[in-house]
């Protein structure tokens, strides 16, 4: 479709959370957090931190899809007390990821949005099963996912009852190997203009690379993101997970500087 009219508009049906946030409304919302959640230490360090530079939702993993069985898997359910408690502790939200229709139930009394992984785009019965919930879902894009079949990925949770649908953009597999994925911006700029979803960029996963992420950041929200999920750890060399695409606790004032000045060049604000 051609579009006649080149202003910044967009058809985003915001999704309100607790606390009287939303995501796709005026203001681009920063998720930050360990991969994994490793220890009560280390989530209340990032968190902490997190709170200090005046971000609302904090992200953790407790259940994580490793590519390799013999990788860290997560903390599970005491992964999930951690995050709530020291979510808790700083009046942050908490996302994190159910990994299959047996989490569903726990995840939703322990987070306010359940995440739903790359790995796990196409996976009918979790799609159903957080349909069937009242809780806000983030739907990532599979990283061999078309748009269209990430779209028909959402209607899927939508079919059971629940709209409250934010996508992510983590990055797609191209023939590009100096970075773990690639950015896909086009979609982002699609999403927002064809569809009534709030989308974030994942600039951690898009990258696989630390040095990489706050670019990646700023190209997010600049095709319109209305958010950032990026993954932050006090110690990235001793991280169990994702290591190596993980900032630093001092990268944060750069990530909300720089994200701030992209979004106010937009009109829009940072929470
Ligand atoms: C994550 O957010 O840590 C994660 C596992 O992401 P993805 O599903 O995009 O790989
Ligand atoms: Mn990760």
Not at 175 to 193: C, H, P
Request: hydrophobic share 45%.
């Amino acid at each position: 479709m051609i579009m006649s009219d080149y202003s910044i508009s967009t058809n985003t049906k915001p999704v309100s959370l607790k606390s009287g946030l939303t995501i796709g409304g005026t203001d681009v919302v920063l998720m930050a957090g360990p991969c994994s959640v490793e220890s009560y230490e280390q989530t209340r360090a990032v968190a902490e931190a997190v709170y200090h530079h005046g971000g609302k939702i904090l992200r953790g993993g407790a259940f994580k899809p490793r590519t390799s069985p013999h990788s860290f898997q997560g903390l599970g359910l005491e992964g999930l007390r951690i995050l709530r408690d020291v979510a808790d502790e700083f009046g942050l939200l908490v996302i994190t990821e159910a990994l299959g229709v047996e989490h569903i139930p726990l995840i939703a009394e322990y987070a306010d949005i359940i995440q739903l992984g790359s790995r796990n785009m196409q996976h009918y019965p979790l799609l159903w099963a957080a349909g069937e919930t009242d809780k806000p879902v983030m739907l990532k894009r599979g990283f061999m996912s078309t748009i269209a079949e990430w779209l028909a990925a959402a209607e899927h949770i939508a079919s059971r009852g629940n709209e409250r649908i934010i996508l992510c953009e983590r990055g797609i597999r191209t023939f590009e190997t100096a970075t773990r994925n690639t950015l896909d911006t086009n979609a982002i700029a699609l999403i927002k203009q064809t569809t009534p979803f709030p989308v974030m960029a994942d600039p951690s996963h898009a990258t696989g690379r630390a040095d990489l992420v706050l670019a990646a950041a700023r190209a997010g929200l600049a095709a319109g993101a209305d958010g950032l999920l990026v993954e932050l750890h006090p110690n990235p060399a001793e991280a169990l997970s994702d290591g190596d695409q993980s900032l630093p606790l001092e990268a944060l004032p750069q990530l909300v500087m720089q994200s701030t000045a992209v979004a106010t060049a937009l009109g829009r604000g940072l929470i």
